[in-house]
């Protein structure tokens, strides 16, 4: 991450704003408004870590007319449980937008119905945004892994390195081997992370 400029920077945005660092700006002074897919997908490949997700709600933060504050939800990928997932949250860079989350939390809770999932990546978060918003902790799930090209550094999520999905990706595509043997033979590694911790809101 730290290679690619745009994570880079959005590191130095996190590690600026623990230590207190960041410009404020309180979301009481904000307004919401629904956003477009693609002003989505713009604010979040510049600010969050994992980049633009697909999402059916979009809801954006504004201040003085900028986009400062980013959530999005949808039907959940993993369980089924529940009826809604928290696919994005982020702020904009060097901006600490007090209150937004709550803010925008609030804004869903009074215009849409259901439960709701949602994770917490343990590398740079124990998740007390979502206690503090009356998220109960499910559980700690286990480490998750992606592939390093050790030849151009390039990562690339588990997801995105399916067997089935390899034989578009991989320059030698062999179907009797197994994922991480093919991934292996075409120059990548595994990596983990630290897991996440999951939060449910009924």
Known sequence: EW????KQDIWKSIISNKTKNNKTIYGRKCIIKEISSQSSKEFLDQNHLQGNRTASIRLGLFYEDELI???TLAKPRY???????IIRFANKKYINV???FSKLLKYFRQHYMGSIITYADKRYSNGDLYRSNGF???KDSPPNYFY???KNMKLLSRIHCQKHKLKDILENFDVNLTEAENMFKNGYRRIWDCGN??????
């Open 79 to 85: 369980n089924k449980n529940y009826d809604w997932e």
């Open 3 to 6: 290679l690619d400029p745009i």
């Open 69 to 71: 504050s980013i959530l």
């Open 136 to 138: 109960i902790e499910l």
């Open 148 to 150: 390093v090209d050790i």
């Open 98 to 100: 007090i209150g937004a």
């Open 197 to 202: 911790k999951v939060f449910i809101l009924n």
